[in-house]
């Protein structure tokens, strides 16, 4: 299972299930630069999944203990609701200006995943001489 990537269990913050690349023995120029690439994307999206969710149960705290000082203990579907649509309203600038970032992020990997079959498969002809 060396020859693999692994993936671990959800990060308690961000949600997000963590990916060991695996590094081939004799990996070339356009695999280490998707490897890499897949790394840096991987990255950035747990730190803004991290820091939106830790956003979220501090406003959510806040929001409950909010409703129990007006003397509600707990809330109910309806007032968390409200919460859930205001935090959403509040950040639909973020997820969009995120969902533009990851869509260019993919496409990105995407190219360099072409360039690293295009030149296996280069590397393939020439083994077999065609």
Same mark, same amino acid.
Request: charged share 30%.
């Given at each position: ?32 630069? *998707?490897?890499? +690439? ?25 929001? +409950? ?13 309806? #007032? ?31 190219? *360099? ?6 030149? +296996?498969?280069? #590397? ?7």
């Amino acid at each position: 299972m060396n020859n693999v990537d692994s993936v671990g269990p959800p990060d308690p913050v961000s949600n997000l299930r963590p990916i060991k690349y695996h590094k081939p023995k004799h990996e070339s120029l356009v695999e280490r630069k *998707l490897r890499l +690439k897949r790394i840096e994307v991987a990255k950035w999206n747990h730190e803004f999944w991290s820091s939106h969710n830790l956003r979220f149960v501090k406003e959510r705290d806040a929001y +409950k203990k909010c409703l129990a000082d007006k003397g509600i203990p707990t809330a109910n579907a309806d #007032q968390m609701s409200e919460f859930y649509k205001d935090f959403l309203d509040r950040n639909w600038k973020t997820h969009l200006t995120y969902n533009f970032e990851w869509y260019k992020k993919n496409i990105s990997i995407v190219r *360099l995943m072409m360039n690293t079959n295009i030149y +296996k498969a280069i #590397q393939w002809t020439k083994k077999f001489k065609f």
